[in-house]
């Protein structure tokens, strides 16, 4: 608040303390359940009101007191929790040690997934060194429940994404996913990317391009899906010779491009291997 800047530079200052606040620990002061303690002491304080006479001011203290012991308060604790659930009343409980670099990175990662928001379609060229980092990428496409096609390209994979404004009227919660996911693509080695815009009132057509390298892999470990996880405790508990084990391998299929399964079948006493991909979407 206390940085000038020009009218011009206020958005973008009110970009950087939001992803300041955001990343601090912050928490409500109260132990107990502030809109109950809240509806009890304005019950109460309304029943005290009725009883007094014409002229007669209510003791304040009188029914902190009364109301705040029976939350296990005292009058000063019940007065301290009786808005306590407010934002402004928030207590800030750890700041970040940011560099100016790092929070810079996370202001303009935050303005090209705000681009991705108004995506028609995204289209990612994506390099990884490593074969594991290709899996962990493609699951967290599948995590994120993204509609998505992945083939092959001579260096790596081209992943096209279905983006928020492709299908549905309500785009929010499929627009957040996405946008999730950027920090992902971005984690690998060399990343291509390119977007369908609808722009603006009028959704007029725009192209977003974007090329990055980045430190390899895909940005920390693989993510377990809770149905694919669900399904497979669910075949261990069966009486069958099958066992089911998270997928490693990666299958071009003709004509369908990439299958990236999830659980792999073997037979315990054949050896056949049975290979599902599970797909689900919003």
Known sequence: AAIECRPSERRMVDGLAKLLLDACDIESPSVVDVPALRR???????????????GTALDRSVVLKEVGASFGLSPEAAD??????????ARVTRVPALTPEVLADDYERSARQAILLKAVSITADVVCRSPSAYRVLFGKLKFRRLLHRIERTERGYRIVIDGPHSLFDSVTKYGLSLALMLPALEAVDELSLSAELRWGRRRGRLTFSYETQGPGGAGGDAVENDDVRALAEAISSLDTPWRAEPAERLFDVPGLGVCVPDLTFTHAKTGRAVHLEVLGYW
Do not use: G, K, V
């Open 40 to 54: 009890a002491i304005f019950e109460r304080a309304a029943e005290e009101r009725r009883t007094l006479a014409p």
């Open 80 to 89: 301290e929790a009786l808005f306590s659930d407010l934002p402004s009343e």
